[in-house]
């Protein structure tokens, strides 16, 4: 039986205070590219979603060395995305005692970084296969369940 070593590894930033439209702006940016090039990126846009973007790659990229002993020049943004939360909702105080009504819209943003080193597949039975194929089909089907690649808990809406 073949599996899949983790190559991949998260950051998730909760409840931070912007829209999601203008997160996912920089996000569209940054998604697919490279971990160096991604912080050049983030440096250069003029956008405040960038901050804390770069904060989360950053830390993804951080997990994945502590986690897997992966070199940063390895790594690749491979899923980013940003989903829209609660709406912190006040009222500020008007003339002649009315209120008016202020909506702060907050969104999560999550960052997933694979390292392309580690993608290939280890054989969990290496110690417990026998000589002989147990099938005659020279080449065998393979599933692999992704919670990243196919819906899973981070599905876009």
Known sequence: MLKKKKTEVYALGQHISMSAHKARRVIDQIRGRSYEETLMILEL?????????????????????????????????????????????????????HSYPIKRPTCH????????????????NYLTRSK???????????????MYSNGGVWDKK
């Open 45 to 97: 846009m003029p956008y405040r979603a960038c901050y804390p973007i770069f904060k989360l790659v950053y830390s993804a990229a951080a997990n994945a060395s502590y986690n897997m002993d992966s070199n940063e020049a390895n790594l690749v943004i491979s899923k980013a995305e940003v989903n829209e939360v609660t709406t912190v909702k006040k009222l500020k105080p008007r003339a002649r005692g």
């Open 109 to 124: 943003i999550t960052i997933v970084v694979k390292d392309i080193s580690l993608d290939e597949y280890v054989d969990i």
């Open 132 to 146: 002989k194929p147990r099938c005659k089909k020279k080449y065998a089907a393979m599933v692999y369940h992704d």
